[in-house]
């Protein structure tokens, strides 16, 4: 997938294209089914499919104050956007200067001069250019003006998606809600990893650096990879969480490449034990005290929480708390010891 950051990175010979418009934030099931099929769709006109996307998010430029945690940065965002068959990724900064674009400008200087589009694909509820001025209509007629289709996208839910998901999605949704990042967020705020992971369609992830903490977690046995604040990834509720570590560092064929998937407890919160007052996203890897992560790059894929985050009346009750903890994300994951990231069979 290529992926542009610039008009002039595109090349002048570029097109016909399919194309479509949105922040796609953590590329849920509903993005994946609508860009899938206009991904099929592409193909079967000889045309390439395109997504048009902002960084960072208009809600950041426009709300600063009062913007959502985004679910996705825009690595784990192009790397999912990939995933789908996308041939071009158009990644936009997204500014007030941008943003005071006309629709009929944004539409001619994107859609058509450039990405040579064929057909615009869109929801009903799509507005672009200055204060949101375009709506459906709006493309509508720049379409007939410019020689492009417009497609319009209904909302995709569960079921009328092309990847329904499991007779448990179905029960866990017995008011069919419609796939939205939304949604997303409202689960990862109450903690519910497993549902927010049948809406997206895969484990939640955090992406940062590792940094140095207090080293108490290695002084009581359990060393742990605190993730650095400009880690990406919206943090859910506070607790403890089964997961996996991914080292970014290191992939299949590399030496050492069975340390790039490992079985992780991962700890969100103050560490109100020690009387901390910083929120924390510190993980650690099964029955290894040996890993040297510091600024690596790592993912956190978050697969089930366990509880909620505990004050202890001493460390010897903290202490064995987590090895109760380290015993259940174990059996959550299959991960035997010293496994290091191969579950059990």
Known sequence: MQVWRELSDVPADFGPSVVTIGNFDGVHRGHVGVLRRMCADAASVGAQAVAVTFSPHPQQVHRPDTAPPLLTGDVDRLELLEQTGLDAVLLLEYTLEFARQTPEEFVRRYLVDVLHACTVVVGRDVRFGWNNSGDLSTMVALGREHGFEVEVIDDVTPAASADPGSAEDRVADPLRRRWSSTWVRELLEAGDVVQAARVLGRPHRLRGVVVHGDARG???????????????????????????????????????????????????????????????????????????????????????????????????????RMHEDVAQVRGILGAQPGAGGVPAA
């Open 218 to 320: 290695r002084d009581l046995g359990f060393p742990t990879a605190n993730l650095g604040p400009d880690a990406t990834g919206m943090v859910p509720a506070d607790g403890v969480y089964a997961g996996w570590l991914r080292r970014t560092s290191v992939s299949a064929g590399d030496p050492g490449s069975a340390d790039d998937v490992l079985p992780a407890a991962v700890s969100i919160g103050t560490n109100p034990t020690f009387d901390g007052v910083e929120r924390r996203v510190e993980a650690y890897v099964l029955d290894r005290t040996d890993l040297d992560l510091y600024d690596e790059v790592v993912v956190l894929e978050l697969v089930e929480r366990l509880r909620p985050t505990l004050r202890f009346e001493s460390i010897d009750d903290l202490v064995a």
